[in-house]
């Protein structure tokens, strides 16, 4: 710009010069002045010169400048018309040119040089892969006017790919060579020297005493050291991710009483490592002992200075402005003692958000005081005991005025409003707001990391509107389903499943698109088979809010199966085993002991038509009948159902016959009518351990009795442990009258080297036992595809009878697996798992037991 000033002032310069030897100018028209005092003109003309390509029109548009303006010379005007093309990023270099003057008007020229534009972009000393991955991140359109800022952002993204991989030293050069096949048009060549990768060596700590090296390394999440043993950290240095780390180490320190905690310095040392050896041969046409040296990749060692002051301890905490409840009441809520370590992250916790027990905040915010705000002031630092004042506002109650919900366009509001907590007209809670999101969450049809809640509080009349957003995710499924057993082959399961049917909307052919949904109602059809074989068909429906004004769930099924034993179907000669079956149950959400509780009651009728069956013990012809009441009291208070972070589900669950031994001239034939009593406790707890990884924990009971001890247990509702739980296995039957139950690195039932209960009873245990630890960490919480890794430990067995029952018999085993959830497919499940135990008594390692198993699983979770 002062360029263009000074350029000015010599063309007025020289042009007054000009006049005065020619005598053009006259005394009466210009009055003497000296040569840098400015002259008002106005503007005569406007010209563009040097352009080629670009409207000369346009440009004189966009300086802002026209014919009959007054212009002072030098000036302001000239310099804003400069500043508006120079802003338009399309021209090179600018000039302001006085072309000549007629009395008191000025004619200019703009000389003018455009910027080329870009045709194509080339990167040299990369491999194609690489270069094209350049091109989507830099994101260059051809045709753009190519600027300096161009060329840096270029430069800039190409050295942060590399960087971000761990070449530190890349160089970039840029240059351009014009197109011959375009006018105006460049192509920028993009030569890159990547060096050599460079990796965190070494990680130290200076001036640190109270806390080690390697507590502090450890507080360290993405800056960490690369070693040979340390197979999942790259040991990239990347500079965002170090300052948050460094940040989550002075947070270390305040959590541990060191408030005064800094970080004074850090030093990033490039280090060449280099070694010499010696070897026998031929160099350079001579034999004999030669030495070479070898350089390593560069290495980088990291130095952090640390100064980390006194540690400190609270003292005397006292509290102003609370009226509501006693110092004494909010004291023992905190829960802070005299003579704690002094930590900010433990006050901010137990003062605003405690996730695993009650906070200050939630105490005044669960009874409506939405208003409520909490400042803690340290009043006095003595040696290194500090004093804290609560000063608190608690404000009015506030009191619900509107729900509002968005982003659902499937599922009605009237599905997701009577699972909130939070009512027009109900004092303001935030545990219950949170239980709200959690339920909304709960139903399957929305994403869960997108369920959003804003109260928006009213200060002015003391209410507050809560606006929960939802994002639908495909909750219908194509449920595919199977196994694979060495006698029985595949068994495979083709089905739909709608999970948010809506019977009330089946009625108008407009909203069969291609079902209709929408009312959280469920319509299971199923095919089941193996050829001829095997063959199963189910039907189920299910309403979640029987009525509509309360929870009572309501659901009935019919299922029929056929299973037949060999290949030879003959009529004479077969051999199988026919049931049909039906059930209705209903249950409902209990509010005692809190609403996380449901109990529910079914009834169901099975019957059994058995042809030559072989595999029930004394039972191989005839029909059986069984009448079964169930009841199932449960718990469920997990975040999630897809992946599940924290909470819990418990259930307790008793099936019950009539005692038909028990009624008078009862029939001698025990399978006649089937009687037994059955007890089933499952338990599982999801622990969050910190990041993503979660801890699950299970424990499984199962056992069956009978009313009269001089009968013999039945061949039904038994146990079989082993393989995936799926239940199809070597030489005995598949899923009829028994319940499987996976463990994972053993033989499906029945085969060979299956679990001895289930190998040699045909007809399986009345008990069993199950624990199981499982290490789960998501790799992806896309709705449409959630993919968790998993380790597990687990143990289990079932046995014949009471008397050989025995809790710490088990078989061992552990491996590692992986679960995927599709929307449209369900669940997909692949476990690798090793047994420990033999399950042929004295078979040693040298025996013919296959200990490790792979396990693949498609919609169904192992109990």
Known sequence: ??????????????????????????????????????????????????????????????????????????????????RKLWEQGILGDINVLVDRIEGQKVFLNFELKERPRLSKIYFTSISKTQADELRNKIKVVRGKVVTDALLSNTRQAVRKFYTDKGFMNVKVNITQEPDSSLPNSVELVVDVKRGDKVRISDISFIGNEAVTDGKLKGKMKKTKEKKPYK??????????????????????????????????????????????????????????????????????????????GPKYYFRRITWAGNYLYDSKTLSSVLGIKEGSVYSKETLDKRLNYNPTGQDVTSLYMNDGYLFFSIDPVETRVEGDSIDIEMRLSEGVQARIKEVNIAGNTKTSDHVIRRELRTLPGDKFNRELLIRSQREISSLGYFDPEKVGLNPVPNPADGTVDINYTVSEKPSDQ????????????????????????????????????????????????????????????????????LGGRKPNSFSVSLNKSIQRVGTSFDASSEQSIKVNSAAVSLGRRLRWPDDYFTLSNSLSFSQYKLRNYPYFQGFNNGNANNITFNTTLARNSTDNPTFTRRGSALSLSVNLTPPYSA???????????????????????????????????????????????????????????????????????????????GLRGYDDPNDAFAIPTARQNESGGIAYNKFVMEMRYPVSLNPAATVYVLGFAEAGNAFDTYRTYNPYKLYRSAGVGARIFMAAFGLLGFDYGYGFDNVIPGLNSTGSQDRSKFHFIIGQQIR
């Open 663 to 741: 009624f008078p001239g009862a029939h001698p034939n025990v399978n006649e009518w089937v009687e037994f009593h059955k007890w089933m406790f499952d338990a599982s707890w999801f622990t969050p351990l910190g990041g993503k990884l979660v801890l699950n924990t299970r424990a499984h009971f199962g056992f069956i009795g009978r009313y009269n001890d001089s009968r013999a247990y039945g061949p039904f509702e038994r146990f079989k442990l082993g393989g995936a739980g799926l239940g199809f296995g070597g030489s005995a039957n598949f899923l009829v009258g028994t319940e499987f139950v």
């Open 478 to 545: 194509i449920t595919l389903s199977g196994g694979w057993g060495g006698y029985a082959g595949f068994i495979g399961t083709v089905g739909l499943v709608f999970n948010n049917f809506s019977l009330r909307k089946a009625s108008k052919f407009s909203n069969w698109r291609p079902v209709p949904g929408g009312d959280g109602q469920r319509l299971a059809l199923n095919i089941q088979a193996n050829g001829t074989q095997y063959q199963a068909y189910s039907f189920s429906f299910t309403e979640p809010w």
């Open 231 to 308: 197979f999942f950290n790259s040991g990239k240095f990347q500079r965002s991710d170090f300052e948050d780390d460094k940040q989550k180490v002075i947070d270390f320190y305040n959590s541990q009483g060191y408030r005064d905690a800094l970080i004074t310095a850090d030093s990033l040392i490039t280090v060449q490592d280099e070694y010499s050896y010696r070897w026998i041969g031929t160099e350079n046409g001579k034999f004999g002992i030669h030495k070479a040296t070898v350089r390593e990749a560069d290495k980088l060692v990291l130095r952090l200075y640390v100064e980390e």
């Open 1 to 82: 710009m002062h360029s263009f000033f000074y350029r000015l002032r010599a063309a007025a310069l020289a042009w007054l010069l000009w006049g005065l030897t020619t005598g053009t100018l006259q005394a009466q028209t210009a009055p003497a002045t000296s040569p840098d005092e400015p002259q008002r003109y106005e503007i005569g003309g406007i010209t563009v010169s040097g352009t080629r390509y670009l409207d000369p029109n346009t440009l004189i548009g966009l300086t802002g400048l026209k014919v009959g303006d007054k212009v002072s010379i030098p000036g302001d005007e000239l310099g804003r018309a400069v």
